[in-house]
């Protein structure tokens, strides 16, 4: 089956920096969806992606498209504590969702 | 919006009994997906459904488990019998194509096989 390759798999950062994440995979896409998870919840859908070289924003997250359709990042801009949690990757490829690994953010305030 | 409604959100059973999930998928959605979460494994996609219809099962990991949709907004996802590698946290997504397909996800069930 189509892999996703999430990187980071953790990081510890600082109260206020930047946080960049992304996907990659050896297959192409039609969309690509950041999620985040906190403890005992379901994921939560961020951002959508649905055009190669689509940036788009919400708040203080910024997520890209890559232009080849096998990528994507995720950065979050002046982090703060309620942003820990695990991130998710996933691209849709004929009407199916693949994920990735996760990275878990880890916010000292 | 009430978002993807499933049910029980915990369920503790003993080995050889039977489980049955629950989802309400958003309305409107045409797609639902049930997917299984463990540390070990990530999420993994069970089946999923268009218009009802399952598509893909591939993912269901052997006959003890099996899944109905008998309408749009109903769906069931049944473990019999129970096994304790069953455990984990079950999740319910439904999807809708508006330009490109996106992706809700339920609360979940935490499933405890003992």
């Known amino acids: 089956g189509q892999q996703l390759n999430q990187s980071p798999q953790s990081m510890f950062i600082q109260e206020g920096e930047d946080v960049s994440m992304n996907c990659t995979s050896s297959?192409?896409?039609?969309?690509w969806l950041w999620y985040k998870q906190d403890p005992g919840e379901g994921p939560v859908l961020l951002i959508a992606l649905y055009k190669a070289g689509e940036l788009t924003s919400n708040g203080r997250l910024t997520a890209q498209f890559g232009i080849t359709r096998k990528d994507s990042f995720l950065n979050i801009s002046a982090s703060i504590p309620s942003d820990v949690g695990i991130y998710f990757c996933a691209g849709q490829s004929f009407n199916k969702f693949y994920f990735g690994s996760g990275t878990k953010l880890n916010v000292k305030p | 919006d009430a978002g993807v409604i499933q049910s029980p959100r915990h369920e503790v059973t003993e080995m050889g009994q039977e489980v049955t999930l629950r989802c309400k998928p958003i309305s409107g959605h045409n797609s639902l997906f049930w997917y299984r979460q463990t540390m070990m494994r990530g999420l993994e996609l069970l089946i999923y459904?268009?218009?009802?219809?399952?598509?893909?099962d591939s993912g269901m990991p052997e006959d003890r488990f099996s899944a109905k949709m008998p309408n749009a907004s109903f769906s069931t996802l049944k473990i019999q019998p129970s096994e304790p590698r069953d455990s984990a946290v079950y999740f319910c997504?439904?999807?809708?194509?508006?330009?490109?397909?996106?992706?809700?996800f339920g609360p979940g069930t935490r499933l405890l096989v003992l």
């Open positions: 297959s192409i896409f039609n969309t």
């Open positions: 459904f268009n218009n009802n219809v399952p598509i893909d």
């Open positions: 997504a439904s999807s809708y194509r508006r330009g490109g397909e996106t992706q809700y």
